[in-house]
Structure formats: C-alpha cells, structure tokens
C-alpha cells in the first residue's frame, strides 16, 4: 500500500467518524472543529475526504491482484 493510499484511507475513517457521529448523535465533528458546515477550511477537509474516498475504490482490487501474483509465481501454492 503506497503512502497516498495510507493517507487517504486515514481520511476516509476520519469521514465515516464524522459521519457516525452525524447519524448517532446528529453531531457534525469536522464542522464544530473548523468553524461550521459552511466554512472554507471544513469544505476543504469534506472534499478531502471525498476525494479519499474515491481513491480507496482503488483497494478494493487490489488483494485479487496480489493474489494473482503470488499463484503465477508460486503455482504449487494453488
């Protein structure tokens, strides 16, 4: 896993944080943290998340592909 899908993925358990708090307790952490829900910071880190999020689409291919690779180069592992 490269650093960027580390970072990101960070930021996505960050948004589904936040998002948890949104449906249990109908508190909005990131908006509290950074001035409110219209603010420029906390717009910034909800793109960020989203972004994130997007990227992370990513991992979930990505044990197939190893996987892959390991039989081709170890094919008595099957």
């Avoid at 508190?27 to 950074?34: H, K, N, R, S, Y």
């Avoid at 997007?54 to 991992?59: D, Q, S």
């Amino acid at each position: 896993m490269s650093t960027i899908q580390r970072i990101c993925l960070v930021l996505t358990i960050i948004g589904a944080i936040n998002w948890g708090l949104i449906g249990f307790f109908q508190f909005d952490l990131v908006a509290a943290i950074f001035g409110g829900q219209g603010s420029a910071l906390s717009r910034i880190i909800y793109g960020l998340v989203g972004i994130a999020g997007l990227i992370n689409l990513g991992l979930l291919f990505k044990p197939n592909e190893e996987r892959s690779r390991e039989e081709a180069a170890n094919p008595e592992m099957r």
